[in-house]
């Protein structure tokens, strides 16, 4: 109720000039531009800063079913991708392969007990389906061990390890990301020195630097530092990645504050991102976004059903500006039909956008709790019976 009357206060207030585009804001406070969407999408109310033009007929105030999930929502974004129009597929679609960053800050750690890699038949899995991403974390500490420090030697065991896991991805014709998951902390101490992960990765990217197959994701969500200094390392890993003799395959950077896409402008990300400078002309920035209230991906409760492309908006029109590739890192939401439409709703507007080449569902892994809400782990993580072939297999 409060949704309509907000729309009919705009329609009254505002003398329409010009039809927004889908996507595009046309309401809240301070807001002067038209209020009039493009045929096929309707203002919707999101907050009191805040409406979009969002595709599909309004039906703020009505009970929508989405899929087998019975639940009152306010359902405008489709539930497939039929709904979605003139969209631009990913050149990247997968999911996390959780497990061999697990056991935090237990270093080594044990093999079976405190880590383990993905399971081969939950790869096997998601290629069956059709996708072609495995992002796959690990623990620094693990690979370059704290007595001689990440420019030392790896531990040939754990790089088997990862290697065999990489190579198994990419033999059956996938992109596998290697992924440090160390937030930019490493042996409890915040990374600083730009000359010293340059080398990490000139080291880590060497042993892979054949495969075209592989893509480097240089660091898992970086927090607590300034833009500038995520910024300073990732362009490092860059360079030292490119000088490794890697010249070919795609890198991803990710900015500070967990390179939150909802944030990517209040964390000052923006400001410094677009700047990145890749000599193969190769990079993406990756983003993170989840859809509960405070974006954290703890809670199955999102705060709307078109709550996705309203959190992506402002990423992806900082993309377009500033003419670079996104990459969703990491997406998950509960398994209820307001999250099912805010997937839904969040992949559409990327497909629709034509800056972002990939996205990754948090997560696989053998070792997900039964009730852990975003495990998409086969045969019966709680994503799969619903948020699977609702929203995430109609996006191939
Ligand atoms: C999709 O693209 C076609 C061709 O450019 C265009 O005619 C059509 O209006 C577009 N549809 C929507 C819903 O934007
Ligand atoms: C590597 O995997 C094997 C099993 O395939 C296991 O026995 C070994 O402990 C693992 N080592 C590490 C360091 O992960
Ligand atoms: C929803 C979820 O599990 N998010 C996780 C994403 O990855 C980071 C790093 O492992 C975790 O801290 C989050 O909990």
Redesign the pocket.
């Known amino acids: 109720m409060k949704n309509l009357l907000a729309l009919t206060a705009l329609a009254i207030a505002v003398a329409p000039a010009a039809a927004v585009p889908v996507w595009g804001q046309c309401g809240g406070q301070g807001y002067t531009g038209s209020t009039v969407c493009d045929a096929g999408s309707t203002c919707v109310f999101s907050n009191q800063y805040y409406s979009q033009c969002l595709p599909g007929t309004a039906t703020t105030t009505a009970t929508t079913t989405v899929g087998t999930t019975t639940g009152t929502t306010t359902s405008t974004a489709p539930p497939s991708s039929t709904g979605c129009a003139n969209r631009t597929k990913f050149k990247y679609f997968g999911v996390n392969q959780?497990g061999a960053?697990f056991g935090s800050a237990t270093w080594p750690g044990t093999w079976g007990k405190d880590f383990i890699f993905p399971a081969p038949s939950s790869i096997d899995y998601f290629v069956g389906k059709g996708f072609n991403f495995f992002r796959v974390?690990f623990q620094m500490e693990r690979l370059v061990a704290p007595a001689t420090g990440i420019t030392g030697p790896f531990s040939s065991a754990y790089l088997a390890n990862l290697t065999a896991t990489i190579n198994y991805i990419t033999g059956k014709g996938a992109f596998a990301a290697l992924d440090p998951?160390n937030?930019m902390i490493y042996n409890n101490a915040p990374i600083s020195n730009t000359a010293d992960f340059q080398t990490f990765w000139t080291n880590l990217a060497g042993q892979f630097k054949s495969n075209s197959k592989v893509i480097f994701d240089v660091m898992?969500?970086p927090n607590g530092i300034p833009a500038s200094t995520a910024f300073a390392l990732n362009q490092a890993a860059v360079n030292g990645i490119r000088a490794s003799g890697a010249t070919s395959q795609l890198i991803l950077v990710e900015g500070t504050s967990w390179t939150g896409a909802w944030t990517w402008v209040s964390s000052g990300n923006s400001a410094v991102f677009g700047a990145i400078k890749d000599p193969n002309n190769n990079v993406a920035i990756q983003m993170?976004q989840?859809l509960d209230s405070d974006g954290?991906?703890?809670s199955a409760t999102c705060v709307s059903s078109t709550i996705g492309a309203e959190r992506l908006a402002a990423a992806t029109a900082w993309l377009q500006a500033n003419n670079l590739k996104g990459f969703l890192g990491?997406i998950?939401a509960g398994n209820n039909a307001a999250c099912i439409s805010a997937v839904s709703g969040a992949l559409c507007s990327m497909q629709q956008s034509g800056v972002w080449i990939g996205a990754s569902w948090?997560?696989a892994g053998p070792w997900w709790p039964a009730d852990y809400f975003?495990s998409i782990e086969p045969p019966n993580g709680l994503s799969i019976a619903q948020v699977l072939p609702q929203a995430l297999l109609p996006y191939l």
């Open positions: 959780s960053e974390p998951h937030f898992n969500e993170h989840y954290s991906g703890t990491e998950g948090w997560a975003t």
